[in-house]
Structure formats: structure tokens, C-alpha cells
């Protein structure tokens, strides 16, 4: 049988009934479902490999100048990493839960559980942009642009360099996390429109996904930045 | 999609277990904090990472549900994580079989190589030397 007689005849083996979702070019929903989760597992592979290199190269740095690396680390608020991990934490909850809600039909508490995501997203921001003003207002810069005074070791490239990884992973982090306070809103609206039920959810699906990532990469961020010594 | 409802047969119980999840991943975040606080001298290092490393099999395996998923996701997310091993296996090797790991250029060039144009690199390669 040729693949025109098939479609030609029911694409979807449903008897004519055909969930608006479907695309042509998959057998089944499931099919279609599973591909798409597929995609989404090597795009967090590869973000894994990004922000891999980059805690290969603070590993590295950290290595050459141990004495810089923590006493710049002491510059960071524990109390600030700490509530931005409980926070993430909490957020990672709410987007499972956002799922669940999904697959099991209920539209408004899936919309609510995606609204709170985005609000926890929004503490960590705030949170992460009244550190950065702190270290601005120190001269703890990246960089060439450096200019603490009162260092231990004077002149030692190791303290710029420590901010340099600092607000290159965090930033690049935050980055992810605004990117996922849009995603999270577009899907809210999605959500509370009625467009996502057992039938189909998988936006919900890999989006919480990339969310649990971004979690991840703070899980080790908190740790590496705020707490080794 | 039978196979992914499976598990959402009850869902009462599937919250139940993220919420537990969540509250254990809080008490390991209080853990690796508290721990912070002690000096283990270099232990400190592997408690944080491995604390990290529980916490973050624990969201990919519920969380990110790997534990009842399809394996071949789970097959993708190792595999990030073995490419990711090798990268920094052969990383670190490098680095711990050089006693001076700078960028090749930052050193002199020997002046008997390129006697021509050895002056303006050689010249320049002791300043940079002191970082």
C-alpha cells in the first residue's frame, strides 16, 4: 500500500475524528508527542554542554587562583543564593504540577499553576538584580572593569576573573530564566483559553522541561558560587 | 496517549509525590547551606557537589518525569552528561600536565628561531609574563 492510498483512506485510524493538533506527517498523537520530546531532550543536552564548558573553565580558574576564588565568593550573599534556590525549587513544583493539571483537563488550575511559575521567576529576578546593584556599588565588576579596592592580593587577576565567570554564568542563566517567564506567560494564556487537555499538551509538557533545566543549572550554580570555601 | 496517562490515572497521588519531592529537595538545600558552615577543609567541595548531584538526578527523575518516561529520553539526557564527562576528563588532563598554562603567544619566542622578528614579541612577552 503506498503512503497516498494511506492517507487517502484515515491518516489517523481514528474513524474521521482528528484532533486539530495532529500534523500530517506523524502516524499518531503519541508518534507526534514523543518526537517532539525527543527534540526538546537534545536541545537540553546541549545546553547541558554549554554551561558545561563554562563550569569547566571556572573549575579551571579556580584551580589557579584558589585564594582570590573565595575570598571574592565571600563578596556574594549567602542568604540571597539560598532564597533563589528555594525559589526556583518552588517554581520547578509549580510547572510539574502545571503539567499535571494540563494532561488531567483543568484548564484554570493549569493556568494558575503556570502564573505562579512565572511570579517565582520574577522573585528570583528581582532578587538576582538587587545583587548585581550591590556589586556594581563595590566595583565588583567583570573583568578589565574591576575596580574593588581592598583586596587581599593586590593586583591579582583572579578576583576580575571570578566576577567575569560570575556574570557570565548567572547572566547567561538569567537569561534563560526571563526567556522561561515569557515561554511560562504565553502558555498561561494559552492555558486559560482552553487550548491544552489530555488530548494535547505538549507546549506545557517541554516547556516545564526547559524550566527544570534552567532549575538544574542553579542547583549547581548556588553551591559553586555562594557556598564552596 | 496511553502511556503517558498512565501514571495520571490518579492524579491526587501524582501531586502527593511532587509535592514530597519538593519538600525533600528543600531539606537537601538546607542541608547543603548548613553544611556550608562547617569547615570539612577540602570535603566541602564534595559535599556541596554531591548534594547537587542528588538534587538534580532527583528533578530529572521526577520532575522531568525520566523515571516513567520513554528510555530513549533518559538515553539523551545521560548521554549530554557522559559527552559532557569526556570534555572535562581530557580538559583537566591537559591543564594537569602543563606546569604553566598560559596561551601560547604570552610566552618569548626563542630568539634564535626568528632572529627578525624575535625583538618585538620577545620585548613584549616579559610584561605580560607577571599576570
Known amino acids: ?229 | 496517549m496511553s502511556t503517558h496517562t498512565e501514571h495520571a490515572d490518579n492524579p491526587k497521588a501524582e501531586a502527593v509525590k511532587y509535592t514530597i519531592t519538593l519538600v525533600v529537595l528543600l531539606i537537601l538545600t538546607a542541608i547543603t547551606v548548613g553544611a556550608s558552615y562547617i569547615n570539612f577543609g577540602s570535603g566541602n567541595v564534595v559535599i556541596a557537589l554531591f548534594i547537587a548531584t542528588v538534587k538534580g538526578i532527583i528533578v530529572a527523575l521526577i520532575f522531568m518525569h525520566l523515571l516513567h518516561d520513554k528510555p530513549v529520553n533518559a538515553v539523551i539526557a545521560v548521554a549530554g552528561f557522559i559527552l559532557l564527562g569526556i570534555f572535562l576528563l581530557f580538559d583537566f588532563l591537559d591543564v594537569d600536565s602543563r606546569t604553566n598554562p598560559q596561551p601560547i603567544n604570552l610566552h618569548p619566542l626563542p630568539a634564535a628561531a626568528a632572529p627578525a622578528t624575535a625583538g618585538a614579541p620577545a620585548a613584549a612577552a616579559p610584561a605580560e609574563k607577571k599576570e
Open chain 1, 1 to 229: 500500500m503506498s503512503t497516498t492510498e494511506v492517507l487517502h483512506q484515515d491518516p489517523h485510524g481514528h474513524g474521521g475524528e482528528h484532533d486539530p493538533h495532529h500534523q500530517h506527517h506523524f502516524t499518531t498523537m503519541e508518534q507526534q508527542f514523543d518526537t517532539s520530546k525527543i527534540g526538546m531532550w537534545l536541545f537540553l543536552a546541549t545546553e547541558v554542554l554549554t554551561f558545561g564548558g563554562l563550569f569547566a573553565g571556572f573549575g579551571l580558574m579556580q584551580n589557579k587562583y584558589p585564594m582570590e576564588f573565595i575570598e571574592a565568593h565571600e563578596k556574594l550573599k549567602r542568604w540571597a543564593g539560598a532564597t533563589n534556590t528555594v525559589v526556583l525549587l518552588v517554581s520547578s513544583f509549580t510547572a510539574v504540577m502545571a503539567v499535571l493539571m494540563a494532561r488531567t483537563n483543568q484548564a484554570k488550575k493549569c493556568a494558575m499553576y503556570l502564573w505562579l511559575t512565572v511570579g517565582c521567576a520574577g522573585i528570583f529576578m528581582c532578587i538576582k538584580a538587587y545583587e548585581y546593584t550591590h556589586d556594581f556599588e563595590e566595583g565588583l565588576y567583570p573583568a578589565k572593569y574591576y575596580s574593588h579596592v581592598g583586596d587581599l592580593i593586590p593586583g591579582s587577576h583572579g578576583y576580575a576573573t571570578f566576577f567575569s565567570f560570575y556574570f557570565m554564568m548567572t547572566g547567561l542563566h538569567g537569561l534563560h530564566v526571563l526567556i522561561g517567564m515569557g515561554l511560562m506567560s504565553w502558555l498561561a494564556i494559552r492555558a486559560s483559553r482552553g487550548e491544552f487537555s489530555d488530548k494535547y499538551y505538549t507546549p506545557v509538557d517541554l516547556i516545564a522541561l526547559f524550566w527544570h533545566l534552567v532549575d538544574l543549572i542553579w542547583i549547581y550554580l548556588f553551591p559553586l558560587y555562594y557556598l564552596i570555601t
